[in-house]
C-alpha cells in the first residue's frame, strides 16, 4: 500500500516520467517524503509553449539576468503577450520551494502559487524591469502579461516584479534610468 501511496505521490508532484515509469515497474523504491522538490532549480531546456502565447517569441542571452523572452515581432500596445503557467502550489509548499537564488514562483493569491519551473509557458524567464513594457494581470486564476506600449522586434520583455518591500531586499540589475536599485517596492 505504502509502494501504491508514492507512485501516486509521484503523478500528483509531477516528476520526471523515467523516475514515475521506474516506480511502476517496481524497479525502484522512491520516498517521496524524504525528497524536497526546489523551484530553485535552473530550467534547462526553457521554451516558449506556443498555446499561451499570442505573438511570435524567443528565449535568448539577456543583458539583465542569464536568459530572457524576446519579441520576434511587433506588439501593439494593450495586448495579451502570454500567460504565466506552471504547477499550481499551496502556501506551504511555496516555503519550502521558495529557498535559492532562482526560483520561478508568482503569487496568485493568498493560499495559490504558480512555480513555472514546473509546466511553465516560457513566461517565467521574462525578466524584472524597473521600467518595464508588460504588466502582469490577474483574471480568474490565471496570470496575464500585457503590453503597456507598443514593443519593437527585437526588444526584450520585462515586467516589475513588485517583491514586497518586507521581504529579503534583491537587487536589481535591470538599467533602467528610473531604476529603483532592488526588486522589492520601496512603499
Known amino acids: 500500500?505504502?509502494?501504491?501511496?508514492?507512485?501516486?505521490?509521484?503523478?500528483?508532484?509531477?516528476?520526471?516520467?523515467?523516475?514515475?515509469?521506474?516506480?511502476?515497474?517496481?524497479?525502484?523504491?522512491?520516498?517521496?517524503?524524504?525528497?524536497?522538490?526546489?523551484?530553485?532549480v535552473l530550467i534547462k531546456k526553457p521554451a516558449i509553449d506556443p498555446r499561451y502565447t499570442e505573438f511570435k517569441l524567443s528565449i535568448r542571452e539577456s543583458k539583465i539576468h542569464q536568459r530572457g523572452v524576446y519579441a520576434e515581432e511587433?506588439?501593439?500596445?494593450?495586448?495579451?503577450?502570454?500567460?504565466?503557467?506552471?504547477?499550481?502550489?499551496?502556501?506551504?509548499?511555496?516555503?519550502?520551494?521558495?529557498?535559492?537564488?532562482?526560483?520561478?514562483?508568482?503569487?496568485?493569491?493568498?493560499?495559490?502559487?504558480?512555480?513555472?519551473?514546473?509546466?511553465?509557458?516560457g513566461a517565467e524567464i521574462i525578466n524584472h524591469s524597473c521600467d518595464p513594457n508588460l504588466r502582469s494581470m490577474n483574471t480568474k486564476g490565471h496570470i496575464l502579461y500585457m503590453s503597456k506600449r507598443a514593443i519593437r522586434r527585437g526588444e526584450e520583455l520585462t515586467v516589475d516584479y513588485r517583491f514586497d518591500k518586507d521581504i529579503e531586499r534583491v537587487e536589481c540589475h535591470c538599467g533602467a534610468k528610473n531604476c529603483r536599485g532592488v526588486i522589492n517596492l520601496l512603499k
Request: charged letters at 25%.
Open 74 to 121: 511587433p506588439i501593439p500596445a494593450r495586448r495579451k503577450v502570454i500567460e504565466y503557467t506552471g504547477e499550481r502550489i499551496s502556501r506551504r509548499e511555496t516555503k519550502r520551494r521558495g529557498d535559492g537564488p532562482v526560483t520561478y514562483l508568482f503569487t496568485l493569491d493568498d493560499y495559490w502559487t504558480l512555480d513555472g519551473a514546473f509546466g511553465g509557458s
Open 1 to 40: 500500500m505504502n509502494f501504491l501511496w508514492n507512485v501516486l505521490e509521484l503523478f500528483m508532484h509531477g516528476l520526471d516520467r523515467s523516475v514515475t515509469v521506474a516506480a511502476l515497474l517496481g524497479l525502484a523504491r522512491y520516498n517521496l517524503r524524504n525528497h524536497r522538490i526546489m523551484g530553485t
